[in-house]
């Protein structure tokens, strides 16, 4: 999944918060609820507009990012 699939960012959606493609669901909600111990299904089914595949996807960049990070501060 493409990223401009996964995550928007729109002055009038939110104020310009970031949410899930086609929603006005926080990208923050998810790691609050992941934060607080809650999984994943627990937020879909709260937020059944965000679909499975752009919440994984989301967490996935995320662990990419932090996995280029900790190989950057190695070498």
Same mark, same amino acid.
């Given at each position: 999944?493409?990223? =401009?699939?996964?995550?928007?960012?729109?002055? =009038?959606?939110?104020?310009?918060?970031?949410?899930?493609?086609?929603?006005?669901?926080?990208?923050?909600?998810?790691?609050?609820?992941?934060?607080?111990?809650?999984?994943? =299904?627990?937020?879909?089914?709260?937020?059944?507009?965000?679909?499975?595949?752009?919440?994984?996807?989301?967490?996935?960049?995320?662990?990419?990012?932090?996995?280029? =990070?900790?190989?950057?501060?190695?070498?």
């Amino acid at each position: 999944m493409k990223r =401009e699939q996964i995550v928007q960012r729109h002055p =009038e959606i939110l104020g310009g918060t970031p949410v899930f493609v086609g929603t006005r669901v926080p990208i923050q909600t998810l790691v609050d609820y992941l934060k607080g111990g809650e999984r994943l =299904e627990d937020f879909l089914d709260v937020f059944p507009s965000v679909s499975r595949a752009q919440a994984e996807a989301f967490l996935e960049i995320g662990l990419e990012s932090a996995l280029q =990070e900790t190989n950057a501060h190695i070498a």
